[in-house]
């Protein structure tokens, strides 16, 4: 049977109940709104085609999810306080379980491994993809976003290169 991909916005819910072992394949496009709101969230000028493209499917009493989510980014620059665009291109896979139980041992395990996956509890059978794309999308971002080539230099300030420095009175009275 050939696995058709649903469009839907990033709203949507899915029964976790659906999900079988042959998966399902899903692309989901933020709306102009949800862009909007996502850009204000982040405190970003600009998001536009942010799409998240994704397989979901059982394995071995877990929900699996692969994919990657893709956006249209203006920042700002943290050098020069200029706005320029970026294409954001993430990897996502994610774990999740209708077990509680599973997801407490995991977060009893005193060996946590940062490169295991978490495995994140399905509330209510359903799975909520809005936060999972905000979640996912905040992750994608750069925290320090520079323009390229553009040059960040440190420059320290000598005393003698600054005219009339109050704390160069200070200077003296620690000696």
């Given at each position: 049977m050939?696995?058709i991909?649903k469009?839907?916005?990033?709203?949507f819910?899915?029964?976790?109940?659906?999900?079988t072992?042959n998966?399902l394949?899903?692309?989901?496009k933020?709306?102009?709104q949800?862009?909007?709101?996502?850009?204000?969230?982040?405190?970003?000028?600009a998001?536009?085609?942010?799409?998240?493209d994704?397989?979901i499917?059982?394995?071995?009493?877990l929900?699996?999810?692969?994919?990657f989510?893709?956006?249209?980014?203006?920042?700002?620059?943290?050098?020069?306080?200029?706005k320029?665009?970026?294409?954001?291109?993430?990897?996502?896979s994610?774990?999740?379980?209708?077990?509680e139980s599973v997801?407490?041992?995991?977060?009893?395990?005193?060996?946590?491994?940062?490169d295991?996956?978490?495995?994140?509890?399905?509330e209510?059978?359903?799975?909520?993809?809005?936060?999972?794309?905000?979640?996912?999308?905040?992750?994608?971002?750069?925290?320090?976003?520079?323009?390229t080539?553009?040059?960040?230099?440190?420059y320290?300030?000598?005393a003698?290169?600054?005219k009339?420095?109050?704390f160069?009175?200070?200077?003296?009275?620690t000696k």
């Open positions: 050939e696995n991909k469009e839907k916005d990033i709203s819910v899915l029964d976790a109940r659906m999900v072992k998966g394949s899903f692309l989901l933020a709306t102009e949800q862009c909007l709101d996502l850009a204000k969230f982040y405190e970003l000028p998001l536009s085609n942010l799409v998240f994704f397989f499917c059982l394995k071995d009493d929900i699996v999810l692969k994919g989510l893709d956006a249209d980014v203006i920042e700002t620059c943290v050098v020069t306080n200029e320029f665009e970026e294409h954001i291109h993430q990897p996502v994610l774990l999740f379980s209708e077990d997801v407490k041992m995991q977060e009893s395990k005193m060996d946590f491994s940062p295991e996956e978490l495995i994140d509890f399905v209510n059978g359903r799975i909520y993809f809005s936060s999972i794309v905000r979640e996912q999308f905040g992750l994608a971002l750069n925290p320090f976003p520079k323009k080539n553009e040059p960040f230099a440190y320290e300030e000598k003698q290169d600054i009339d420095n109050p160069l009175v200070l200077k003296h009275l």
